[in-house]
């Protein structure tokens, strides 16, 4: 869950441009590996939270409403869990 929230913030906050953020961005902001990210994308965008888009060069993601409602109610969830002493 942790990496799907670096994703999913990563896709919110750090975009380098309006098109959304590349996998190389993504590898580098959730410290994940290029196999295991490109499972994890293709799960979020099936499941409408994060949007795809193609250029010339590469896809870029970019986060959907329904991934900042996921985001905004993992947050929550993340915090309330913190506040009793657990770590997600």
């Known amino acids: 869950m942790k990496i799907i929230g670096d994703i999913l913030t990563t896709t919110r906050d750090y975009i380098p441009d309006e098109n959304g953020a590349n996998v190389t961005h993504l590898i580098r902001n959730a410290n994940i590996s290029h196999g295991r990210l490109s ?13 795809q888009t193609s250029s010339k060069r590469a896809c870029k993601y970019k986060i959907s409403s329904e991934g900042r409602e996921f985001l905004n109610a993992y947050n929550t969830f993340n915090e309330f869990a913190q506040n009793f002493g657990l770590r997600i």
């Not at 499972?39 to 949007?51: C, F």
């Open 39 to 51: 499972k994890i994308l293709s799960t979020l965008v099936e499941q409408g939270l994060l949007e």
